[in-house]
């Protein structure tokens, strides 16, 4: 079994400016997820595993290059692809390419990490991938939380008449709890199977698309209070779990 591991972290940022490469509790943010894609290289003895880092920023490269692990820093984004319009999976499907051609080999699996959602643990990886596995119908898996909102219940959209009413209506729910059961995806980890590619999907949620539910906190990077907040726990070791 073969496995690339896509690291995708491109510069520009603007929500957090440099927030791939700021520090938190003295390293910088994507050390976090170079470290688990090592350690998840390291753990699975079934397969092969070749991690690939995907960014146009020089600055990002170079902190790379100085993290102690197995990493191909030799990739270069296309400008293209390192656009705000540009989208994550577009990204993936050009170093995937260029990882099978130099690599003379087609992977059996893509493993997407997230840089600026790092909440993440090994064993997260090693469960989500048996889950993969043990379902041949599903072309890949992501994960996801609890969701603290329901659009059946306490979430609400503008309608065509310009009054609001309930994203999903699904009858009258008198209680969160008696509505669907919902999710909010974190953005930490995707796993596509070889088909997924070879169906030219254009979104990570196909027919055939499962989830795997972390039983801890985790969240992505959006808005400067959430470094802050992702710097606290960390910093304090309030995630429950070991980085």
Sequence with gaps: MDILLTVCARGGSKGIKGKNIKEIKGSPLIFYTLKTANKFKEEIKTGNVDIILSTDSEAIKSTVMKFRGEVDVSYIRPDFL??????????????????????????????????????????????????????????????????????????????????????????????????????????????????????NYKTVITDKTIVYKMNHICFDLDHPIDFDFMEYLIENDKLGFKL
């Design 82 to 199: 390192a656009t705000d319009a540009a989208g994550k999976l577009d990204a993936i499907v050009d170093v995937k390419k260029y990882a099978e051609d130099k690599n003379e080999k087609e992977y059996d699996y893509v493993l997407d990490l997230d840089v600026t959602s790092p909440l993440r643990t090994v064993q997260d990886l090693k469960d989500a991938l048996e889950l993969l596995e043990n379902n041949e119908e599903a072309n890949n898996i992501f994960s996801v939380n609890d969701a603290n909102r329901n659009p059946y219940f306490n979430m609400v959209e503008e309608k065509k008449d310009n009054f609001f009413g309930l994203v999903k209506d699904g009858g009258v729910f008198l209680s969160r709890q008696t509505t669907p059961k919902v999710y909010d995806m974190n953005a930490s980890f995707y796993f596509y199977k070889r088909k997924f590619f070879r169906e």
